[in-house]
């Protein structure tokens, strides 16, 4: 199922248990239009560049390609390393996204700032760092990354000392 009819499915259940009456494919389009304008975090762009000059850089989400393509992430990123889970047939924490990203990207490091994501990544055998966010809760029962930092433009050396 496409990353739209999820959450077309999802609203449309949120307003029927509000009893809202709206129209959640309407409102949808509408924030989905917004992609293109979301901000990166202050230290992404400068933290993504430096990574991408001693590796090729890529991203891993749950949305279809064309949202991904509107972010601005997309941009400072390889776009054959575009791994969705329209293209890969599955969502996160799921392992099957997370194997899969694997077959197509060879080895590879797995950048997450949402406790899902970590344990995800780190249940299914790949190498994590966490990028500490405000907001994101580590999970305290879920299996934490030997790295942690706070700051994108950390994660050269970060990635150094994983080898």
């Known amino acids: 199922m496409s990353f739209r009819e999820l959450s077309r499915r999802a609203l449309a259940a949120a307003y029927g248990e509000l009893g809202l009456a709206a129209d959640p494919g309407a409102d949808l389009a509408r924030v989905h239009g917004t992609v ?4 990166l975090w202050p230290d992404v762009a400068e933290g993504v560049r430096d990574v991408a000059e001693r590796a090729r850089v890529g991203i891993l989400s749950n949305v279809d390609d064309d949202l991904a393509a509107a972010t601005r992430a997309y941009g400072l990123v390889d776009p054959a390393l575009v791994l969705t889970s329209q293209r890969l047939r599955a969502y996160k924490p799921d392992a099957a996204i997370y194997r899969r ?3 197509r990207a060879g080895e590879l490091v797995h950048v ?3 406790a899902r994501d ?4 780190l249940e299914s055998g790949i190498a994590t760092v966490r990028l500490v966010r405000q907001g994101h809760r580590h999970d305290p029962a879920g299996p934490v990354p030997d790295i942690e930092v706070t700051d994108a433009r950390d994660l050269p050396a970060a990635l150094s000392r994983l080898g």
Request: aromatic share 8%; net charge neutral; glycine share 14%.
């Open 118 to 121: 970590v344990r995800g990544a």
């Open 36 to 39: 293109g304008d979301w901000p």
């Open 101 to 103: 990203a694997r077959e």
């Open 112 to 114: 997450a700032a949402s």
